[in-house]
């Protein structure tokens, strides 16, 4: 069945690095845009960085702008956000989704609702 798995969460100081891979199963991973999201408790899942099915659009949210970097290798059917400087604020639950690839898909990128896969979702904690 069409799976997608987080893995590379964990606990960091603020300052360090980390990165967050999505390994896509039983789907066709160049069909799908996909984006990362992240949750804390008691709010609502927001996006966090996308990217087009080929690789050659990306998007970030502001908080993380200059720090994320979102990339994908099709041949590996995974993704990966490559975080740096991460600071408190960045702890959350991180998810990974993929949104079927249409002509309006780029333009809901940061929509949730969008995302048709989903992850479990991987603990990120940054102490300060």
């Known amino acids: 069945q069409a799976q997608l798995v987080e893995s590379g969460g964990g606990l960091v100081q603020a300052g360090d690095s980390l990165r967050l891979s999505c390994t896509a199963s039983g789907l066709t991973f160049t069909a799908l845009g996909m984006g990362w999201f992240r949750q804390t408790p008691g709010k609502e899942r927001t996006f966090v960085a996308a990217i087009s099915w080929s690789g050659d659009m990306s998007a970030y949210a502001d908080s993380v702008k200059g720090r994320f970097t979102i990339s994908r290798d099709n041949a590996k059917n995974t993704m990966y956000l490559q975080m740096s400087s991460l600071k408190a604020e960045d702890t959350a639950v991180y998810y990974c989704?993929?949104?079927?690839?249409?002509?309006?898909?780029?333009?809901?990128?940061?929509?949730?609702?969008?995302?048709?896969?989903w992850g479990q979702g991987t603990q990120v904690t940054v102490s300060s």
């Open positions: 989704a993929g949104i079927k690839w249409l002509s309006t898909s780029w333009g809901r990128r940061e929509q949730a609702r969008s995302y048709a896969y």
